[in-house]
């Protein structure tokens, strides 16, 4: 089971639902710019909902419109607008990584299978200023701690197999690659394969 800080903050996030995830749950810094503790710079995942415009609009700048298609090129959902992603699905939770008031990167977990404990991961990215330093890792490490807490032993993710930016991470995350999908990845513009990987908690 992975270790890491006490995620906090009550049972808004699953509250009915399994996993029961917290809204908020702390996050160790990558290695980038070292932080303060505390409202003033802490480094957390906090719950999307969609009744808070201000946290959107925060996600949201992580990808100015120039950076979307490079962003989302792996994307066969792009998750805009991102108000309507995050109440979209009732079986989805949207993370975003704010590091006080500045968001740095997002995420979400879905398709839960509480007879098998396993969840998906995915549809993430960082913000490009943000990139390389350790903070994507950072942000697993303590997403897989609290979903380990809910109970849950298994994380998978689905990623494109000409990602290696995104097949390299999810390795250095501990994730084990499994197989590569029989069936077609389908994008607006164009046909890949998906390659499935797994952590387990």
Do not use: Q
Not at 137 to 145: G, I, N, V
């Amino acid at each position: 089971m992975t270790g890491g800080g006490v995620a906090r903050g009550g049972e808004a996030g699953g509250a009915g639902r399994w996993p029961s995830l917290p809204p908020v749950i702390p996050v160790g810094t990558g290695t980038g710019p070292p932080t303060a503790t505390g409202t003033d710079g802490g480094w957390e995942l906090r719950l999307l909902t969609g009744e808070d415009p201000g946290e959107l609009d925060a996600v949201l700048a992580t990808v100015p419109e120039a950076d979307r298609a490079a962003t989302f090129h792996f994307f066969t959902v792009v998750p805009l607008p991102l108000d309507e992603f995050v109440t979209a699905d009732p079986g989805r939770r949207t993370y975003g990584l704010f590091r006080g008031d500045e968001a740095l990167a997002c995420t979400s977990v879905y398709a839960a299978d509480p007879d098998a404990r396993t969840v998906m991961a995915g549809f993430t990215w960082t913000a490009p200023a943000w990139r390389g330093r350790g903070d994507n890792r950072a942000m697993k490490s303590a997403l897989f701690s609290a979903l380990a807490d809910a109970g849950v032993r298994e994380v998978w993710f689905r990623a494109d197999v000409e990602n290696t930016a995104s097949c390299r991470a999810l390795e250095t995350c501990g994730a084990e690659r499994v197989r590569v999908d029989d069936a077609p990845r389908v994008y607006p513009d164009r046909v890949s394969r998906s390659v499935f990987y797994r952590r387990v908690l």
